[in-house]
């Protein structure tokens, strides 16, 4: 069964760089028919996508994010990540990091498997 | 403000149905069949319900069901039951080769 565990700081302060990692087992992040996104949820309000990876490093980006996020991917750990630079409270969130199916035409549609969520909190 | 539109709230009794909608434009919902739909209970990771507008993943009940028509995508859910409150979101793929949830929906059970 394919599992994705959220890991980093639960506390960043503002105008720094939040860093997080999803670690993805029971199946491999090389496969080549799926995508590895990022999604966050402010407290009490609805769902972001942040952006998503292929193996191969090809991203897509939310653009309102797109000048402050970097997504990674680390194939030989079985992991990927994101930064999110110049942070400020409306960056508080839960991040979810979850798996992206890729159709037979090249695009990406849904999330199938989600991690259980990290809450990172922006604050002096 | 969320790229796609849903109502704030819906409610039902158990036993009735409900469908909950998702309005887009051209650009995301009208204009492909990649809309899903995700159930979310309180402090949960939300579980993807229909995918692809109206295919049911392996373990989802088939009292959850998926249509579009034009730029509205509409999720139903028959036989109510209590475990079934929860907030719902559409998602959808967009032209710019990117992806948006709806602001979601919070169904009560009465």
């Known amino acids: 069964q394919l599992q994705l565990q959220e890991s980093g700081p639960g506390l960043v302060k503002p105008s720094e760089t939040l860093s997080l990692t999803c670690t993805v087992s029971g199946g491999s992040i090389s496969s080549s028919s799926y995508y590895w996104g990022w999604i966050r949820q402010p407290p009490g309000k609805g769902l972001e996508w942040i952006g998503s990876?292929?193996?191969?490093?090809?991203?897509y980006y939310n653009p309102s994010l797109k000048s402050r996020v970097t997504i990674s991917v680390d194939t030989s750990k079985n992991q990927f990540s994101l930064k999110l630079s110049s942070v400020t409270a409306a960056d508080t969130a839960v991040y979810y990091c979850a798996r992206l199916v890729i159709t037979i035409f090249g695009v990406v549609t849904e999330f199938d498997y989600w991690g259980q969520g990290t809450l990172v909190t922006v604050s002096s | 403000q969320s790229a796609l539109t849903q109502p704030a709230s819906v409610s039902g009794s158990p036993g009735q149905s409900i469908t909950i909608s998702c309005t887009g434009t051209s650009s995301d919902v009208g204009g492909y069949n990649y809309v899903s739909w995700y159930q979310q209970h309180p402090g949960k990771a939300p579980k993807l319900m229909i995918y692809?507008?109206?295919n049911r993943p392996s373990g989802v009940s088939n009292r959850f069901s998926g249509s579009k028509s034009g730029n509205t995508a509409s999720l139903t859910i028959s036989g109510l039951q209590a475990e079934d409150e929860a907030d719902y979101y559409c998602?959808?793929?967009?032209?710019?080769?990117?992806?948006?949830f709806g602001g979601g929906t919070k169904l009560t059970v009465l």
């Open positions: 990876i292929y193996y191969s490093g090809s991203t």
């Open positions: 692809e507008v109206s």
């Open positions: 998602s959808s793929y967009t032209s710019s080769s990117t992806l948006e």
